[in-house]
Antibody, heavy 121, light 113 residues
Framework: DVQLVESGGDLIQPGGSLRLSCEAS????????LSWVRQAPGKGLEWVSG????????YYADSVKGRFSISRDKSKNTLYLQMTSLRAEDTAVYYC??????????????WGQGTLVTVSS | DIVMTQSPDSLAVSLGERATINCKSS????????????LAWYQQKPGQPPKLLIF???TRESGVPDRFSGGGSETDFTLTISSLQAEDVAIYYC?????????FGQGTKLEIK
């Protein structure tokens, strides 16, 4: 069975840094693009960042460009999101997602349970 | 960025009745070379991550009940639940995966009347 397990969420002060991890299992890790999608408390879904199966291509929402960095480690089957210069508006549950197909243009067929990031002083 | 707009924001439907949710994209998500609409629908229940229901605008994901159906093309799409069940109470989101960023609609909250 496919599993995506996020970790690393925490209460962090504005301006701080945090690294989220997503351990993946049950599928060929390097074959699928992965993304981070966040959901602020009581709000809708916002795509944050994505990375191709090979890791050679990365994509960011304008709201996080220059502050967040996505990466993946095929030896550990793990996706990362390095978050710096955190702001109150980054407060959200962060979900790790797997694309359904190989093309890089597919919806998300698996989601992790999410990890909560709270940015507050 | 492609803006996705859902209507209505909330909807109350009686058990056994039909529920219809609309989604409009600010530009076409139909890829002419393969004639596919890059549009998905998700269901999110409280305290859970979203679940993929429909992709390519009208293809049901494996295991999704056939009371769920998707339709539409280019910029206008619908999600229909033919006979509402109690377990369908949730927030529904559309998403385009035609171009990055893969934007979502604001969500439609579906309740029982």
């Amino acid at each position: 069975d496919v599993q995506l397990v996020e970790s690393g969420g925490d209460l962090i002060q504005p301006g701080g840094s945090l690294r989220l991890s997503c351990e993946a299992s049950g599928f060929s890790f390097s074959s699928y693009a992965l993304s981070w999608v966040r959901q602020a408390p009581g709000k809708g879904l916002e795509w944050v960042s994505g990375i191709s199966g090979s890791g050679g291509s990365t994509y960011y929402a304008d709201s996080v460009k220059g502050r967040f960095s996505i990466s993946r480690d095929k030896s550990k089957n793990t996706l990362y999101l390095q978050m710096t210069s955190l702001r109150a508006e980054d407060t959200a549950v962060y979900y790790c997602t797997k694309e359904r197909g190989f093309s890089g243009y597919d919806p998300y067929d698996y989601w992790g349970q999410g990890t909560l990031v709270t940015v507050s002083s | 960025d492609i803006v996705m707009t859902q209507s209505p924001d909330s909807l109350a439907v009686s058990l056994g009745e039909r529920a219809t949710i609309n989604c409009k994209s600010s530009q076409s998500v139909l890829y002419s070379s393969n004639n596919k609409n890059y549009l998905a629908w998700y269901q999110q229940k409280p305290g859970q991550p979203p679940k993929l229901l429909i992709f390519w605008a009208s293809t049901r994901e494996s295991g999704v009940p056939d009371r769920f159906s998707g339709g539409g093309s280019e910029t206008d799409f619908t999600l229909t639940i033919s006979s509402l069940q109690a377990e369908d109470v949730a927030i529904y989101y559309c998403q385009q995966y035609y171009s990055s960023p893969y934007t979502f609609g604001q969500g439609t909250k579906l309740e029982i009347k």
